[in-house]
């Protein structure tokens, strides 16, 4: 595109601001959006508050951090020439080569120079007489723009637990998500982990091999698959390479953005000698498919996920010797599938290790305090060399909620948010904010994460295009569409037996306050129909927005 045609048709704003857009974040979605938007010719800068690029896979630098997408699926799909260029080496990608892949990205588009690195945002104030965003840094400065992008993340607000003298623990306390860049020695080291999540199950079996002692102290257990994964050689890399137009279209028209499609039929309607069979193959398989794959009704029916729930049940007592400890990893208070699965690499042969013991701490050893040397439960002291708080994060709006937005009239958006369910128009414009996008807002499509954000993103470029050819410079939700986006993420969650499990894709986290009650955060509809939607919205002219 032309960019001085671009900027000659730059709409007026009523006082000059020092940018046409700031972005809040250089991960993914940040990343990609200074891209869209120099294509428009407008000035940008990116705010971070770390270091250097890479967001998730900046801060989450814990042993065993990788990919549970497969790697060729999961990259920028904006340039042919970066796509042919770059080489995976693993079919799931271990964090230093993600962040490599992303520094390469950087590099190759020359994009730090429009980005300001340890640089947190404080707060984004709406300025509705001059028509732009008045955003201050943690250091004090000042700065604003006339659009405001947020591109924080919906794993970005790690989460320590509410335990009595958390902070008095003399040694190394870490959380994955913000894991020292330095490597971590483990070799001889007492090592206590609070937690049995996603970041815990790629953890332990990683920390295991080097420890002295690992303690795990689990609250409630998750169900999880084998990740199954596999270098890449150059000759399957270049094959790859050939079909990544027939990948991406692929991914395209499936639910999740994933490779994986669900099977039509249902789990009950097939003798359980097909059923068995078909899950065999599935758990012997890469990624997803045990859980995006599988029979189309294990997420909706009770029934027919109380029987996938035993299978995997019993795929767990196969794969850890003693008894006790096996049936304490097998969760019992909600069903396979009904948080997201983390796909793991040796997991359960992890306590078949003499130097790995698990604590329950709901049933057995209910955690009192931690102390300087370690945690009290209600039988014993642990002493620990090191502590590892895997205690997840406040997802979605927790990021959210650390900046101090506020729209028209002063009105902070975590008030409003407050109220009840997130209020957002396709998870991309929050209701009563002017100008302000979002990159995986709440109440948007979730699944494959780069596929979402490029069609956010781009969704989000084509608006400001067609702002510039209208002369608009301002762009607002109209309340009645912003009702009908909610009832429909409602509704469309309704079904899923997930809406009845606490995790952080309902909302709910005991370490946050506020956090106890459930609310549907993402759209669980078909990724198919999220996209026909925002195209509509686009070919329509965007009748749904109002702009001035």
């Known amino acids: 595109m032309n960019a001085s045609s671009e900027t000659k048709a730059r709409p007026p704003a009523t006082k000059a601001a020092d940018f046409d857009a ?96 340890s640089s947190t945002v404080k707060s984004a104030h ?52 913000r894991w020292p860049h330095t490597p971590v020695d483990f070799t001889g080291k007492r090592v206590g982990i609070i937690g049995t ?65 669900a099977d039509p039929r249902k789990a009950l309607d097939v003798s359980p000698e097909e059923r068995e069979a078909f899950w065999e193959k599935l758990y012997c ?87 300087p040397n370690g945690v009290k439960t209600e039988q014993r002291e642990h002493e620990f060399d090191i502590l590892i708080c895997a205690t997840g994060y406040d997802g979605i709006t927790g990021a959210f909620d650390q900046i ?23 998870g991309m414009l929050a209701d009563g904010f002017p100008n302000m996008l979002m990159v995986l807002g709440p109440h948007t499509a979730r699944g494959n994460i780069p596929q979402a954000i490029e069609h956010c993103v781009n969704f989000q470029a084509a608006l400001l295009r067609f702002m510039r050819e209208h002369d608009h410079s301002r762009v607002e939700t109209r309340p009645e569409q912003v009702k009908e986006w909610t009832e429909t993420v409602i509704k469309a969650a309704e079904p899923l037996l997930s809406m009845q499990v606490d995790s952080w894709q309902t909302g709910v986290n005991r370490n946050v306050e506020g956090r106890s009650v459930r609310r549907v955060l993402g759209y669980n509809g078909n990724g198919v129909a999220f996209r026909k939607k925002t195209d509509e919205v686009a070919k329509d002219g965007y009748t749904e927005l109002v702009f001035r």
């Open 197 to 261: 999540g996603a970041t815990a199950i790629q953890a332990i079996p990683e920390i295991a091999k080097q420890a002295k002692q690992l303690t795990v102290f689990q609250r409630r257990p998750n169900w999880a698959a084998p990740l199954h994964n596999s270098k890449i050689s150059k000759a399957e890399m270049e094959e790859i390479k050939t079909r990544y137009d027939e990948i991406y279209a692929h991914c395209r028209q499936t639910p999740s953005w994933f490779i994986h499609q």
């Open 404 to 426: 101090d937005f506020r729209g028209p009239n002063g009105v902070p958006l975590k008030d409003v948010w407050a109220q009840g369910q997130p209020r957002t128009y396709l």
């Open 285 to 371: 398989e890469p990624g997803f498919g045990i859980s995006l794959g599988n029979f189309s009704d294990i997420l909706r029916d009770e029934k027919a996920n109380a029987v996938i729930s035993e299978f995997i049940a019993k795929k767990i007592r196969q794969r850890v010797n003693d008894p006790k400890t096996a049936d304490q990893l097998i969760p019992k208070d909600h069903g396979f599938a009904t948080r997201r699965v983390p796909l793991e690499s040796g997991y359960f042969e992890a306590y078949n290790r003499d130097n790995v013991h698990l604590v329950d701490i709901v049933n057995d050893e209910p955690i009192r305090s931690i102390t």
């Open 22 to 117: 700031i972005v809040i974040g250089a991960g993914i979605s940040g990343m990609f959006m200074l891209y869209r938007l120099r294509e428009l010719g407008m000035t940008a800068r990116v705010y971070e508050a770390g270091t250097d690029i890479g967001g998730t896979w900046y801060w989450n630098r814990y042993p065993g951090a990788r990919f549970d997408s497969e790697s060729w699926s999961y990259g920028y799909a904006f340039s042919p020439e970066l796509m042919q260029e770059w080489d995976w080496k693993e079919h799931f990608s271990p964090q230093p080569d993600t962040l490599e892949y992303l520094n390469y990205v950087a590099d190759k588009f020359d994009l730090r120079r429009d980005m300001q690195f």
């Open 126 to 177: 709406w300025d509705d007489a001059a028509n732009l965003w008045s955003v201050t840094l943690d250091s004090g400065k000042q700065t604003s723009a006339t659009f405001l992008f947020t591109a924080v993340g919906i794993l970005s607000t790690p989460t320590l637990p509410t335990i009595a003298g958390r902070d008095s623990f003399r040694g190394p306390l870490y959380h994955p998500g």
